[in-house]
């Protein structure tokens, strides 16, 4: 499986954007880009998914480089409550599976 | 609409014991996968089911570990006997084709 490098842990002041960067230099076409957080003592959801364009929901944004073997979660305005581990994943598309490696722990400063 | 439940919450037993972990899945939702995750790691697939079939199970220490999925809803997963490095959370997820959605896991702990 394809594997994605992420700083082991960042840190942000609150009502500033944060950019959570993703390196994944083996991607093959067929793999997505997708993003989850943890929050503490909870399971993993969903934040975005992504291909080649830029994507843009509710929670975040994501830039996705083109080359594609780098992309970057954006947050547009942290809060407190975005202070959670973030999880870069590519996903095959011919497959349900998603990998999780360590991910990136974001505090976020009041 | 409500979410993936688990239940336990919280489980502590001794080594060697049994101990099972039930996991609802929202309503719909096909594919359904257990994960262990060990304090400080990420999430690592044990088994995946599409109904009530298995498609992955490479993951899952079958001489110790089984989970079944009965008419394509509710699943459970079984250790039996438990070892210390079993602690660990257990956290089920169900999707209905790109997103997963986790339920709030079930924390073993293993004495």
């Known amino acids: 499986d394809a594997k994605t490098t992420q700083p082991n842990s960042m840190e942000s002041n609150e009502e500033e954007p944060v950019h959570l960067p993703c390196n994944h230099s083996?991607?093959?076409?067929?793999?997505?880009i997708h993003w989850y957080r943890q929050l503490p003592s909870q399971g993993p959801e969903y934040v975005i998914h992504?291909?080649?364009s830029n994507v843009n929901n509710r929670m975040a944004s994501l830039a996705i480089a083109e080359d594609r073997k780098s992309s970057t979660l954006i947050l547009h305005r942290a809060t407190l409550r975005d202070a959670a581990v973030y999880y870069c994943i590519l996903r095959d598309n011919r497959d349900d599976k998603i990998i999780f490696g360590k991910g990136t722990r974001l505090h976020i400063l009041p | 609409e409500a979410g993936v439940a688990q239940s336990p919450r919280y489980k502590i037993i001794e080594k060697r014991q049994s101990v099972a972990f039930w996991c609802n899945p929202i309503s719909g939702h096909a594919t359904l996968y257990w994960y262990q995750q060990i304090l400080g790691q990420g999430p690592k697939l044990l088994i995946q089911?599409?109904?009530?079939?298995?498609?992955?199970d490479s993951q899952l220490p079958k001489d110790r570990f089984s989970a079944e999925r009965l008419k394509g809803v509710d699943s459970t997963l079984k250790i039996q006997p438990a070892k210390l490095e079993d602690s660990a959370v257990y956290l089920c997820a169900s999707s209905p084709g790109v997103e997963q959605f986790f339920g709030p896991g079930t924390r073993l702990t293993v004495l």
């Open positions: 992504g291909l080649t």
């Open positions: 083996t991607i093959s076409g067929t793999d997505y």
């Open positions: 089911f599409q109904n009530n079939g298995v498609v992955d």
